[in-house]
C-alpha cells in the first residue's frame, strides 16, 4: 500500500522554464510534508517542507503548494536550471513530531540546457 | 553538512555471508535510521533508534538487525545476505534541535549480495 505516490518517473523541461513535480498521499493523517532532492552516488538532500496549516511554502526558486482536500502538493522550480536535474523525492509525516518519515517513489528531472 | 559517515561505502558479498554496516555521526542527537532505497520503491525505512539500545522496526526490517549501543553510531546487520538485500542503504538522523522532522542523510552505502 503506497501511501505516497509520485505517478511520474521522469519530467524533462527546458533550461529558464518551470518545473512542476507532483505527489499524492492517501493517508489523512499525514500532516508534514517535504521534498528531497537527490544526484547519482550521493544521499538525499532535504529542499523544502511545509506543514498542513499552510497551503504554501517558498524559498528561493523552490515553493511546495499543498492542497489538502485533494490530498496532493507540488514542487515548482522557477527558473529550471541544469543543477536542478536530480531525482526528487517527496516524503510525508504523520501527527506532527512523529519520528517516521513516508517516501515517495521518485521523480527524475532532466533539465535540457 | 549533518557530520554523518557510513562504511563501507561499497559492498561485494556473497549469499548466506552475515554484513555488517555502521553510521556514524558526530553530533549525538537522539534519533537515527536505516533505509534502502531501490528503483521503483524509493526509501523504505528499515529501523530505526531513538536513543540507546532504543530500537524499532521500519516497514522492510525482515533479514535485518540493528545495535545502538553508543549514541554516535548506529549499525544495520544482515545475518545472512540474500540477493533481494542488494541495494543502496542510507542512514539519517533527525537533529534533536528540530521541531518538524527534517531527517538529513548519509552518502549511502551500495551493497551487492
Known amino acids: 500500500d503506497q501511501q505516497v505516490k509520485q505517478n511520474s518517473p521522469s519530467l524533462s523541461v527546458q533550461e529558464g522554464r518551470i518545473s512542476i513535480l507532483n505527489c499524492d498521499y492517501t493517508n489523512s493523517m499525514f500532516d508534514y510534508f517535504l521534498w528531497y532532492k537527490k544526484y547519482p552516488a550521493e544521499g538525499p538532500t532535504f529542499l523544502i517542507s511545509i506543514s498542513s496549516i499552510k497551503d504554501k511554502n517558498e524559498d528561493g526558486r523552490f515553493t511546495v503548494f499543498l492542497n489538502k482536500s485533494a490530498k496532493h502538493l507540488s514542487l515548482h522550480i522557477v527558473p529550471s536550471q541544469p543543477g536542478d536535474s536530480a531525482v526528487y523525492f517527496c516524503a510525508a509525516s504523520a501527527n506532527f513530531g512523529n519520528e517516521k518519515l513516508t517516501f515517495g517513489t521518485g521523480t527524475r528531472l532532466t533539465i535540457i540546457p | 553538512d549533518a557530520g554523518i559517515t557510513q562504511s563501507p561505502r561499497h559492498k561485494v558479498t556473497e549469499t548466506g555471508t552475515p554484513v555488517t554496516l555502521r553510521c556514524h555521526q558526530t553530533?549525538?542527537?537522539?534519533?537515527m535510521y536505516w533505509y534502502r532505497q531501490d528503483p521503483g520503491h524509493g526509501l523504505r525505512l528499515i529501523h530505526y533508534?531513538?536513543?540507546?539500545?532504543?530500537?524499532d522496526k521500519g516497514e522492510v526490517s525482515d533479514g535485518y538487525s540493528v545495535s545502538r549501543s553508543k549514541t554516535e553510531d548506529f549499525l544495520l546487520t544482515l545475518e545472512s545476505a540474500t540477493s533481494s538485500q542488494t541495494s543502496v542503504y542510507f542512514c539519517?538522523?533527525?537533529?534533536?534541535?528540530?521541531?518538524?522532522?527534517?531527517?538529513?542523510f548519509g552518502p549511502g552505502t551500495r551493497l551487492t549480495v
Open positions: 553530533e549525538n542527537h537522539r534519533y
Open positions: 539519517a538522523i533527525r537533529p534533536d534541535y528540530y521541531s518538524y522532522n527534517e531527517q538529513f
Open positions: 533508534s531513538y536513543g540507546v539500545k532504543d530500537t
